[in-house]
């Protein structure tokens, strides 16, 4: 089981603690065996501990450092935004955010859409059991 | 990031007598925990380098320093002299940081672990942003590297707040990556 994921300049990766929780950052740069020159297009260039860090699969290419214009244009070309919305990752995080964001009156829309579904799939399990009798 | 040890320009002399109106005037930079402590060490340094102490001379200015470019990595070298249990020895480290008062105290956690030197024990000399062709230690040297490639081997999984620790959990852990 080799590593398929590295720490390297253009690695994407997800905040897992701390006050940027849940953002996607660019690593920059090394500083040493622990921290990483981190960047994003809405936030101010600073160093983390890869312990905060989880790479993801990610990744862009760009120059070490390069400044925020060349970072966001790097973002465009490669596409992070959709790429990590339409992963499997991302959208179990969209999921999760979607739930804990839900109103009363959603959690009763949703108790309603469930009951209809499980409905019909009973449905559709009662004649397949009935042709199979 | 904040740091326990600030960089303070500390200005002073000592006062103006009959003999000699205009005392020359000196400037230290120094690292401290607050201005206080900043004030205190310069009169330490200041009393045995000139005949001057703190009660026949006057603080003239204090200011602290902050970093210039936060954003950018440098390697610091540090020469520092410190007191061991059997003397006084020089030395000279680099770290790798962001900011001078980063490395200084990465300077201070390495010497009170390896070498036992508490921070009251440590004199720095001099810093000093060293370019990558003229660091000397392999470890800052192995990071000078543009196409730099490593994967992170032992991932622990914390929880996002300190809040959701717990003692127990149901499972062990998945260390891969």
Redesign the interface.
């Known amino acids: 089981m080799p590593f398929k994921r590295y720490v390297e300049i253009g690695r994407i990766a997800l905040v897992n603690y701390g006050k940027d929780y849940g953002k996607l950052v660019v690593i920059v740069d090394v500083i040493d065996q622990n921290r990483a020159l981190v960047d994003s297009p809405d936030m101010v260039r600073g160093q983390m501990n890869f312990k905060r860090l989880t790479l993801t699969d990610i990744k862009i290419d760009i120059k070490r450092v390069p400044n925020k214009k060349t970072l966001i244009a790097a973002m465009e070309a490669a596409d992070v935004k959709n790429k990590w919305e339409n992963s499997s990752w991302g959208r179990k995080l969209i999921v999760q955010k979607k739930r804990a964001s839900l109103n009363d009156f959603d959690r009763f829309k949703i108790m309603l859409a469930k009951i209809k579904k499980a409905g019909v799939v009973r449905q559709e399990l009662a004649k397949l059991k009935k042709e199979t009798a | 990031?904040s740091y326990k040890f600030h960089q303070f320009q500390v200005v002073g002399r000592g006062l103006p007598t009959e003999s000699d109106e205009h005392p020359k005037i000196y400037r230290m930079k120094l690292w401290a925990t607050n201005e206080v402590r900043a004030k205190s060490k310069f009169w330490y340094f200041l009393r045995k380098l000139k005949k001057v102490k703190k009660s026949n001379g006057q603080m003239l200015a204090i200011n602290e320093i902050f970093e210039k470019n936060?954003?950018?990595?440098k390697n610091y070298g540090i020469w520092l002299r410190y007191q061991s249990r059997t003397g006084y020895h020089n030395m000279y480290k680099e770290y790798?940081?962001?900011t001078l008062n980063g490395g200084i105290e990465q300077m201070y956690t390495e010497m009170a672990s390896r070498h036992r030197v508490r921070h009251h024990c440590i004199q720095v000399i001099k810093t000093a942003t060293i370019p990558a062709k003229l660091c000397k230690r392999e470890s800052?040297k192995q990071?000078h590297n543009?196409?730099?490639?490593?994967?992170?081997?032992f991932?622990?999984v914390?929880p996002?707040?300190r809040k959701l620790k717990t003692t127990y959990k149901a499972s062990r852990p998945n260390l891969?990556?």
């Open positions: 990031m936060p954003t950018t990595i790798r940081d962001t800052t990071f543009s196409k730099i490639k490593f994967p992170l081997v991932k622990k914390r996002p707040t891969f990556v």
